[in-house]
T-cell receptor
Framework: AQSVTQLGSHVSVSEGALVLLRCNYS??????LFWYVQYPNQGLQLLLK??????LVKGINGFEAEFKKSETSFHLTKPSAHMSDAAEYFC???????????FGTGTSLTVIP | GAGVSQSPSNKVTEKGKDVELRCDPI?????LYWYRQSLGQGLEFLIY????????KSGLPSDRFSAERTGGSVSTLTIQRTQQEDSAVYLC????????????FGNGTRLTVT
């Protein structure tokens, strides 16, 4: 089974600062990769996904992530944090069948005004 | 179109009672998943339905948990003889299950067992 590791369960950044949320996965076969965001009392919303092709993926709300096969990483970034970015972020991997999804334990992002 | 709908949004029950949680997936989505999210924890996979195939029940934590999906659409997660450790948010997600399709989540049911 695959596993997903999100380094840092809590990350705090100042408003306007760079956001970097880390995700590493364990797999010998390039899987499909996803980032989801969860706002309080809501379900998870898709931010972006990597399937094939360009390794730099752009998502909603100014977020992007880069797939680095050699590092088995899929870190999420945003150049300038906004107060509305405060939420829980989950990295996820699915296998090539799309049948099973593996989630990281999440990173809670706090944005300091 | 409508997203994944879960009901109730909140449920408070007494220890030992049975509860049923409902999920209406997006129309046409053949795959349906249940996850459990405990406070401060990630998502714990419970069960997966795909079309008419036998469900993958490998994530159900005990035989008190069961789920069914009628007509390939609505799903019900049942917890019998609830325990305090069952308190969590139960999330349902659906997918068209086309390889790289993402999951679409409902807003969850927050279950509190007193």
């Amino acid at each position: 089974a695959q596993s997903v590791t999100q380094l840092g369960s809590h990350v705090s950044v100042s408003e306007g600062a760079l956001v970097l949320l880390r995700c590493n996965y364990s797999s010998s076969v390039p899987p499909y990769l996803f980032w989801y965001v969860q706002y309080p009392n809501q379900g998870l919303q898709l931010l972006l996904k990597y399937t094939t092709g360009a390794t730099l993926v752009k998502g909603i709300n100014g977020f992007e992530a880069e797939f680095k096969k050699s590092e088995t990483s899929f870190h999420l970034t945003k150049p300038s944090a906004h107060m509305s970015d405060a939420a829980e972020y989950f990295c996820a991997v699915s296998d090539w069948t799309g049948n099973q999804f593996y989630f990281g334990t999440g990173t809670s992002l706090t944005v300091i005004p | 179109g409508a997203g994944v709908s879960q009901s109730p949004s909140n449920k408070v029950t007494e220890k030992g009672k049975d509860v049923e949680l409902r999920c209406d997936p997006i129309s046409g989505h053949t795959a349906l998943y249940w996850y459990r999210q405990s406070l401060g924890q990630g998502l714990e996979f419970l069960i997966y339905f795909q079309g008419n195939s036998a469900p993958d029940k490998s994530g159900l934590p005990s035989d008190r948990f069961s789920a069914e999906r009628t007509g390939g659409s609505v799903s019900t997660l049942t917890i019998q003889r609830t325990q305090q450790e069952d308190s969590a948010v139960y999330l349902c997600a659906s997918s068209p299950r086309q390889g790289d399709s993402p999951l679409h989540f409902g807003n969850g049911t927050r279950l509190t067992v007193t």
